[in-house]
C-alpha cells in the first residue's frame, strides 16, 4: 500500500496567500491535563487536497456533494518526466485507445521533491487547457497531479481548473508520487465531509490488485 498523502504540519508548503496551517496545544496530559488536546487551523486546501466545483462555481456541488465513486477505484499513475507542461499530444501518445477512469501525473515535480520543499517553487510542471479538454472528452473521472495545482501558476484565469470542474472532474493535488512506479492501482481518495466546502485535505491510498484484493471482506480474518 502507497500512502501519497502530505503530512499536514506547520511549516509546509502552501499556496501563495493561503492561510498557513497552525497548531496550537489547548491541553496535554504531559502538563497535568485529562487528556491531550490541540486546534489546528488551516486552509481548505492545505497540503493534499481535492477541489469541488464550488472552488470555482458558486452554485457548483461543495466538497460534501461529490460523488465518491469517482474517487475511489482503478487508477493510472502517468510518468511524464520529460515535459514543462502536459497537453493533449503527451496525453494521446500515452493513451493511443482508451484512456483510464482516473490519471496520476507523476512530473518533475516529483524528480525535485517539490511537495517537500518550505518555500513555494513557481515554475511547477502543470497541465495545459488542450490536455483539460482531452481528459474531458475521454470521460477521465478524476485528476491528480504532484503539486499544488493543476494550473500553471501564471494563468490567474484557472482555465484547467474551469474546465474540469464545469465537468464534474474530480481535482486531486499535491499527491506524493515520489517512491511510486507508474502503473495502475486502485485508489482511495477521501475528502473530509466539510458541508458547503469549496475543498478539503484528503487520505489518498493506492493498492496495487493483489492489496486490493487481500482488503476483500470475504477473506478469512484472524481470530
Known amino acids: ?9 506547520p511549516g509546509m508548503v502552501g499556496w501563495p496567500g493561503d492561510p498557513p496551517l497552525t497548531v496550537d496545544a489547548l491541553q496535554s496530559v504531559a502538563a497535568g491535563h485529562p487528556f491531550t488536546l490541540h486546534r489546528i487551523s488551516a486552509s ?9 466545483p464550488r472552488h470555482l462555481f458558486p452554485q457548483g456541488p461543495s466538497i460534501d456533494e461529490l460523488d465518491l465513486a469517482r474517487l475511489i477505484g ?8 520529460e515535459v514543462n507542461a502536459i497537453d493533449a499530444d503527451i496525453l494521446s501518445q500515452r493513451f493511443p485507445r482508451i484512456a483510464p ?10 524528480l525535485q521533491r517539490l ?14 487547457e488542450s490536455a483539460a ?10 485528476v491528480g497531479i504532484d503539486y499544488l495545482s493543476v494550473d500553471r501558476f501564471d494563468d490567474e484565469s484557472l482555465t484547467v481548473h474551469r474546465i474540469l470542474l464545469a465537468h464534474h472532474v474530480a481535482v486531486l493535488e499535491a499527491v506524493r508520487l515520489y517512491d511510486v512506479a507508474p502503473g495502475r ?14 475543498g478539503s485535505p484528503a487520505r489518498v491510498l493506492l493498492f496495487t490488485d493483489r ?11 484472524p481470530p
Open 185 to 198: 492501482y486502485q485508489m482511495i481518495a477521501l475528502p473530509w465531509k466539510l458541508r458547503d466546502m469549496d
Open 133 to 142: 479538454h482531452w481528459l474531458v472528452n475521454h470521460r477521465v473521472q478524476c
Open 115 to 128: 511537495l517537500d520543499q518550505p518555500q513555494f517553487a513557481a515554475s511547477y510542471v502543470a497541465l495545459t
Open 211 to 221: 492489496e486490493w484484493a487481500a482488503l476483500s471482506p470475504a477473506r478469512e480474518l
Open 101 to 110: 477512469p482516473r490519471i496520476l501525473f507523476r512530473t518533475q515535480n516529483s
Open 74 to 81: 482503478v487508477v493510472e499513475v502517468v510518468d511524464v518526466l
Open 44 to 52: 481548505t486546501h492545505a497540503g493534499t487536497h481535492i477541489d469541488a
Open 1 to 9: 500500500m502507497h500512502d501519497i498523502t502530505l503530512p499536514l504540519a
